[in-house]
C-alpha cells in the first residue's frame, strides 16, 4: 500500500529537550515537504527537498532542521523545541514537479511545554 | 507571493441539502493548481478535488463541484446532498504549475469548519 508514515503521532515535550519525528515515504518519490497546521492559519510549509541531500527553506523555518540522507526518509528536527512549536505535523511527497497529487502522512501532535 | 483566503471559518449544513464553501486567490501566475481538501477529526488530508486553472471546465468528483472563475481568483467548492461523512474542515490550497523553485508548495488557506446537522 502505497502511503506516508511519521512517528510519533503524538508527543509531549519539554522546551529545549531535542526530538526528531521520522517520515518515510514507500513511492519512491523525489519530492517530501513538512507542513505545520495552526488553528485560523491553515497549513504552512516548514522544509522541501527535492531528492537526497537538497533541502530548502520553506515558509517557516526557523528552529526547524531536516535531513534527507535516503530518498524515502526525511526527518523533521527540532533541536531546541520551544512552546511555540506546539502544533500539528505533517509530512507529504510527491513524485515530479508536474505531479498534482500530494501523499500526506497521518499528522503527529506536538505539544511543548 | 501567492495568498489563498478562506472567509468563512465555520459553515453549516442540514442533511441532504446543498453547501458551497468559498475560497479566493492572489497570483501573478497564469498555470497553476487548485485544490480542496477534507480533514476529518482523524486529521488525515483528503483530496476532495483539483483544478487545473487552464481549463475552464469546472471540475467535478461525484457531489463535489467547483466553480472556478478565473478572472476573478476564485475556487468555491459546491458540496450536494450533504452527508453525515462530509463534516469536517476543508482546505482551499493553491499549487503553481511544474517549474520553478517552489517545488510542488502547497499555499493552503486557513479552513472552514462544516458541520452536516441531521
Known amino acids: 500500500e502505497a502511503q506516508v508514515t511519521q512517528n510519533p503521532r503524538y508527543l509531549i515535550t519539554v522546551t529545549g529537550k531535542k526530538l526528531t519525528v521520522t517520515c518515510s515515504q514507500n513511492?519512491?518519490?523525489?519530492?517530501m515537504s513538512w507542513y505545520r497546521q495552526d488553528p485560523g492559519l491553515g497549513l504552512r510549509q516548514i522544509y522541501y527537498s527535492m531528492n537526497v541531500e537538497v533541502t530548502d527553506k520553506g515558509d517557516v523555518p526557523e528552529g526547524y532542521k531536516v535531513s534527507r540522507k535516503e530518498k524515502r526518509n526525511f526527518p523533521l528536527i527540532l533541536e531546541s523545541p520551544s512552546p511555540n512549536q506546539t502544533s500539528l505535523y505533517f509530512c507529504?511527497?510527491?513524485?515530479?514537479?508536474?505531479?498534482?497529487?500530494?501523499?500526506f502522512g497521518p499528522g503527529t501532535r506536538l505539544t511543548v511545554t | 507571493a501567492q495568498t489563498v483566503t478562506q472567509s468563512q471559518p465555520e459553515m453549516s449544513v442540514q442533511e441532504a441539502e446543498t453547501v458551497t464553501l468559498s475560497c479566493t486567490y492572489d497570483t501573478s501566475e497564469s498555470d497553476y493548481y487548485l485544490f480542496w481538501y477534507k480533514q476529518p477529526p482523524s486529521r488525515q488530508m483528503i483530496l476532495v478535488i483539483r483544478q487545473e486553472a487552464y481549463k475552464q471546465q469546472n471540475a467535478t468528483e461525484n457531489r463535489f463541484s467547483v466553480n472556478f472563475q478565473k478572472a476573478a481568483k476564485s475556487f468555491s467548492l459546491k458540496i450536494s446532498d450533504s452527508q453525515l461523512g462530509d463534516a469536517a474542515m476543508y482546505f482551499c490550497a493553491y499549487r503553481r504549475w511544474a517549474g520553478g523553485t517552489s517545488y510542488g508548495k502547497l499555499t493552503f488557506g486557513q479552513g472552514t469548519i462544516l458541520t452536516v446537522h441531521p
Open positions: 513511492m519512491n518519490h523525489e519530492y
Open positions: 507529504a511527497s510527491h513524485s515530479d514537479r508536474s505531479s498534482y497529487e500530494q501523499y
